[in-house]
Nanobody
Framework: QVQLLESGGGVVPAGGSLRLSCAAS????????MGWYRQTAGKQRELVAIISASSSARYADSVKDRFTVSRDDATRTVDLQMNSLRPEDTAIYFC??????????????WGQGTQVTVSS
């Protein structure tokens, strides 16, 4: 069974930094797109950052130039470095991966989420 496990969430003052990490475990061949979404109460989950297998990254406009997504295929990990955090960044952050599990088997996987709270 493929699982995604996030870590690194917490409480940080406005202007501070956090680094989130997501490790994929289980049996699979490779991950295609990997990244991060976030969700606050009453809102739908929104894309924060996505990085492809070729390390091409896309960001939400609200986080571009502040956040950096990276991946390490050797450890099957995707990280999100968050700098200059703002109170509006407060959310539950979810790891996402599009994974090639086996022959003709590909699926979307989600972590359980990690809370990020930015105080003002």
């Amino acid at each position: 069974q493929v699982q995604l496990l996030e870590s690194g969430g917490g409480v940080v003052p406005a202007g501070g930094s956090l680094r989130l990490s997501c490790a994929a475990s289980g049996t699979f061949h490779e991950a295609y797109d990997m990244g991060w979404y976030r969700q606050t109460a009453g809102k739908q989950r929104e894309l924060v950052a996505i990085i492809s297998a070729s390390s091409s990254a896309r960001y939400a406009d609200s986080v571009k130039d502040r956040f950096t997504v990276s991946r390490d295929d050797a450890t099957r990990t995707v990280d999100l470095q968050m700098n200059s955090l703002r109170p509006e960044d407060t959310a539950i952050y979810f790891c996402y991966a599009d994974i090639y599990v086996a022959w003709r088997q590909r699926g979307n996987y989600w972590g359980q989420g990690t809370q990020v709270t930015v105080s003002s």
